[in-house]
Structures are given as C-alpha cells and as structure tokens.
C-alpha cells in the first residue's frame, strides 16, 4: 500500500502514514499485524483494527448484548446499565487513555467492543452457573466464549467461518482468559481496555447502585476514595445535593481514576521509551493505577460487593437466573430436539454438553426467561 496517498482516493492519507505521525514507538502498528487466519486482501481506506470493530459491530453477538444485563437486572428499571452500555463506556474511556499515550486507537476501540461478546444473559450469575455445567470438562469461561463466537459461531462470510479478526485482537482477547503474569504481556492497547474495564465498572456500579437506592451516597462516603470525590466536587461546585451531586461524583471518580492511570503510565513510559509495540511486550510492564489508588479502589470494590453485589435484592435474582441456567441445560441435554438445527449439527462435533452452554450463553436476558417458561417451567428439570 502507498504510504502517501491511497491508489484511486488521490489527496487521502493512507492509514501507515497517518500512524507513523501520530502514535508512539510503542503503539501496534496497522502494518506490522500478523493478519487474519484467512487472509484477505487489504481495505482501500479502512486499517484492519478497524475492519476488526466493525465486524464486532456487525455481528450477532454483540446486538444481543443490548439485552443482557451487567449487575442490575431490567426488572429494576430502565435507568441502570446494560452490557452493551457498560462496553461503550469502555471504549469510551479506553480511546481517551489510549489517544493521551498516543497508542492505537482503533485497535483499542475494536478490543473494547469485542472485550465483553461472550458473556452469557444475567451477568456473572450466569457464567457461574454455566461454569458449574461444565465443571468436569473444563468449566465455561465468558472471555474463551468469545473467541469462540469470533472464531467459529458467527456467520457472516461465504468464504470463511467466524468474523476472522487479526491475529491481533484474538490474541489480545486470549489474554483476558488467563491474567496470570507469565509470557510476555499484552499489547499495550490490550492493557488499556482492561484498565479501563475496571475503571468502568467502579464508577458505574457506584452511580447504579446509588440511583437504585441499594446505598446512599452518605455510606459510600464511608470509603476514603469517595469521601475524597465528594470532598473535590464541593470544592469544585459548592454543596450540591440529589441527582446533581451523585452524577458529578461519577464524572469525578472516572476523572480521577484515568488522570490517574494517565499520570502513572506517562512516567514510566517515558522513561523506558520503548522502541516497538514488542519491546513493550517483552519487557512484562503492565499498565496500573499507582499504589495509593489501587489500594482506595480495593477498598471500594470490597464495599461494593458486601454492600452492593450481596444485596437481598440482588441475591434473588442469581439465584432465579441460576437455577433456571441449570434446569435449561438438563433440559437441553436430555431433549437435544429442542435446539436450533445449527446447534444440532454442532453437538455431534463438540457434544450435547458443551453445545447446550454455547446455545444458552448466547441467549439474552429475556430470550432465556421466555425459552425457560416455552419448555422447562413445571417439568421435572425445573
């Protein structure tokens, strides 16, 4: 491909020469990628991380993600977040971090969406269940799921199974499966979308859980992190009070957290100046909040998940969704006739077992209750 102009678009910059000037040594570079599995010829105007997210926002997997929830179930109202909102504010503040260290954005953009595609309906109630299906052979694992979807459930080409991400975003979603620190590290984009995964979801199980009146803003301020929000937003704002002082909370515990991280990274990077995305790799850095965050963080994700996460109201509903998961599973093993013609012809290659938790991690929130009261309420699997 020409590094100055794209053949039959005279006068636009090709996507090496729009990177060479705007990333750093560091970043993944669109013309350094291994390529896809099945290769293809290359997008006249389009890199291939971007192909990448569009793919992921093409596909079925990830519309249905609009339908599962993240912590809060729909039966609590309209307001609390979705997987699908909880991805997008990831790749929200995954591209901020990741544009402020000049990495590559479209890389980290495709990394975000595609980040949480294999989680199965009611949030990580239901992975658990599913986990426990198949605790004898290997047990189920959102982040593997993913790959699989990318690699083997989607169809959407005449040409080739799967989406046919790059090597890339494949690798990157592997990395996910096992976060134990061996080998070299992720790709720095890679890193930054996990960051910003938990970045995410302290702030916004925070503002959900406060707009669903499962605490108040008075016992989160119990914890030093928010205490000390609360405390930069009066300061910011004078005394605000209701709906407008817990948004300004959330808007500030985002800020301070990427400042934060923005801060930590920007140092060390600076002072290695790592000459490629490899270099990186293989020097085991891993990008973190500093150790006085990290520590206030912790301490507000045990609160969460006392107070929050162990909720009675929250109990419940895992516990429904649960049981219903392992009913649905029994049941499907047991009448293999009750599933779509494609997972039919997938359980004689992979088995019942396993091809009833990929049909039912596929399913939203709504599909599944609707699937459960069609087949299984009253029998003997329920």
Same mark, same amino acid.
């Given at each position: 491909m020409d590094v100055t102009n794209i053949a039959g678009f005279p006068g636009l910059q090709t996507i090496a020469a729009r990177e060479a000037v705007l990333l750093a040594p560091c970043a993944?570079?669109?013309?350094?990628?291994?390529?896809?599995?099945?290769?293809?010829?290359?997008?006249?105007?389009?890199?291939?991380?971007?192909?990448?997210?569009?793919?992921?926002?093409?596909?079925?997997a990830y $519309?249905? =993600?609009?339908?599962?929830?993240?912590?809060?179930?729909g039966d609590m109202g309209d307001?609390?977040?979705?997987?699908?909102?909880h991805t997008h504010e990831v790749a929200s503040i995954a591209r901020?971090?990741?544009?402020?260290?000049?990495?590559?954005?479209?890389?980290?953009?495709?990394?975000?969406?595609?980040h949480d595609i294999g989680h199965p309906p009611f949030g990580h109630a239901g992975e658990s269940a599913l986990n426990e299906c198949l605790a004898d052979c290997g047990g189920f694992s959102h982040n593997r799921y993913a790959l699989t979807i990318a690699e083997e459930l989607e169809?959407?080409?005449?040409?080739?199974?799967? =989406?046919? =991400?790059?090597?890339?975003?494949?690798?990157?979603?592997?990395?996910?499966?096992?976060?134990r620190p061996t080998g070299p590290a992720p790709l720095l984009e890679a890193q930054v979308v996990d960051v910003a995964d938990n970045v995410t979801y302290d702030a916004h199980d925070t503002d959900d859980s406060v707009k669903l009146e499962l605490v108040t803003l008075d016992e989160l301020a119990e914890i030093p992190l928010i205490r000390e929000v609360i405390g930069r937003v009066h300061q910011r704002f004078g005394v605000l009070r209701g709906e407008l002082l817990r948004k300004a909370v959330v808007h500030e515990l985002i800020d301070c957290q990427v400042t934060d991280l923005l801060q930590t990274?920007?140092?060390? #990077?600076?002072?290695?100046?790592?000459?490629?995305?490899?270099?990186?790799?293989n020097s085991g850095y891993r990008i973190a909040a500093s150790a006085k965050l990290a520590e206030q963080k912790a301490e507000l994700e045990r609160f969460?998940?006392?107070?929050?996460?162990?909720?009675?109201?929250?109990?419940?509903?895992r516990r429904r969704a649960q049981q219903r998961l392992q009913a649905m599973?029994?049941?499907?093993?047991?009448?293999?006739? =009750?599933?779509?013609?494609?997972?039919?012809?997938?359980?004689?290659?992979?088995?019942?077992? $396993?091809?009833?938790?990929?049909? #039912?991690?596929?399913?939203?929130?709504?599909?599944?209750?609707?699937q459960f009261e069609l087949h299984f309420a009253g029998t003997d699997d329920a």
């Open positions: 993944m570079r669109s013309i350094d990628s291994r390529g896809r599995k099945y290769p293809e010829s290359e997008h006249p105007y389009r890199g291939p991380f971007q192909r990448d997210r569009d793919r992921v926002v093409h596909s079925s $519309r249905r =993600l609009s339908g599962k929830m993240q912590v809060f179930t307001y609390h977040r979705t997987r699908m909102t901020t971090i990741g544009r402020a260290l000049r990495l590559n954005e479209d890389l980290i953009e495709a990394l975000a969406l595609f169809v959407r080409y005449q040409s080739f199974p799967g =989406l046919n =991400l790059t090597h890339e975003a494949l690798e990157s979603q592997a990395s996910r499966i096992d976060k990274a920007g140092r060390v #990077l600076a002072q290695r100046r790592f000459e490629s995305a490899e270099e990186a790799r969460l998940y006392q107070r929050v996460y162990r909720h009675p109201r929250l109990v419940e509903v599973f029994q049941g499907y093993c047991r009448r293999p006739a =009750l599933l779509p013609p494609e997972y039919r012809n997938r359980a004689e290659m992979i088995g019942i077992r $396993r091809t009833a938790v990929e049909y #039912l991690a596929g399913m939203t929130d709504r599909y599944c209750v609707q």
